[in-house]
């Protein structure tokens, strides 16, 4: 058997001196010039759709039907005369009109901002089916036919490298909440929340209409002294209106709740 010719390619490699075969390592200043020191940005659409979630303890609490997306609206908080989404074309029932950007500053601290691509603000759908608590011979529904239309002006996650505490800050809206709690025979209809400083009728000022959640999460201790999930929250302030609560499937009315403050807040999670 014939031996196989080489080919024009090995040729050219064979006649190559050794040194422009040779791999050269990159030092860290030059691998710092080739990565992305400004930093990744993402722009994101998208919707999720789950069947069912089933947390199972000894018995088990399992949520049918969960929907994460757009409000396919184009009238949240139709007082302020203008469409928050930035147009017709975020009409949809898609989660969209979202840029991701993700920094790693030199401190080694992370820095990621969640904001609208376009004018306006980022609208979000979140709704399900029965809440079902299920045991090995009963069950019970406790929560059925939940939406939430949210507004989110924007959200900013620092993870700090120095103090291993993650702060998220988020400026959000809820036009409007409903859903049924059968096992109490309680319904609520209409619940918004606002800014604490914004008024529909007379202060309809965009940045008011937004609440702020600030809160550090980080590994914290439980009185046991066990490493535990920590969540502190220093303040949160909002206007809430409930525009019917329903009793045996009648509305006895409506709530309004001015200047809602929750504050000096800490919480501490861990199994048992």
């Known amino acids: 058997m014939k031996g196989l010719k080489p080919t024009v390619l090995a040729l050219c490699i064979a006649g190559a001196p050794p040194a422009a075969l040779a791999f050269q390592p990159l030092d860290e200043t030059t691998m710092g010039n080739i990565t992305g020191q400004a930093g990744v940005t993402i722009e994101l659409e998208t919707k999720l759709n789950i069947d069912r979630f089933i947390y199972t303890d000894e018995g088990s609490l399992e949520i049918n039907n969960i929907f994460v997306g757009g409000t396919n609206r184009t009238d949240l908080f139709s007082e302020l005369g203008v469409n928050l989404m930035g147009g017709a074309a975020q009409q949809t029932d898609l989660l969209d009109n ?81 859903f049924d709690a059968p096992f109490l025979a309680v319904g609520i209809r209409d619940l918004r929340l606002t800014g604490d400083t914004y008024d529909p009728v007379r202060n309809k000022n965009i940045p008011d209409l937004f609440a702020k959640v600030d809160l550090d999460i980080y590994k914290g201790s439980n009185s046991l002294g066990v490493d535990s999930l920590a969540v502190d929250m220093d303040s949160f302030r909002a206007d809430m209106t409930i525009g019917g609560v329903l009793v045996g499937g009648t509305s006895i009315g409506s709530i309004f709740m001015d200047d809602l403050a929750i504050t000096n807040t800490q919480m501490v999670i861990y199994g048992h």
């Open 98 to 178: 979202i840029r991701i950007e993700i920094d790693v500053l030199s401190d080694g601290d992370a820095i990621i901002n969640v904001l609208p691509q376009m004018f306006g603000a980022v609208d979000v759908r979140v709704s399900t089916d029965q809440w079902n608590l299920v045991g090995t011979t009963d069950s019970t529904t406790i929560l059925d036919n939940f939406t939430a239309d949210i507004l989110m002006g924007g959200a900013n996650i620092e993870i700090d490298a120095d103090t291993d505490v993650m702060n998220l800050r988020a400026d959000i809206a809820i036009d409007n909440l409903e």
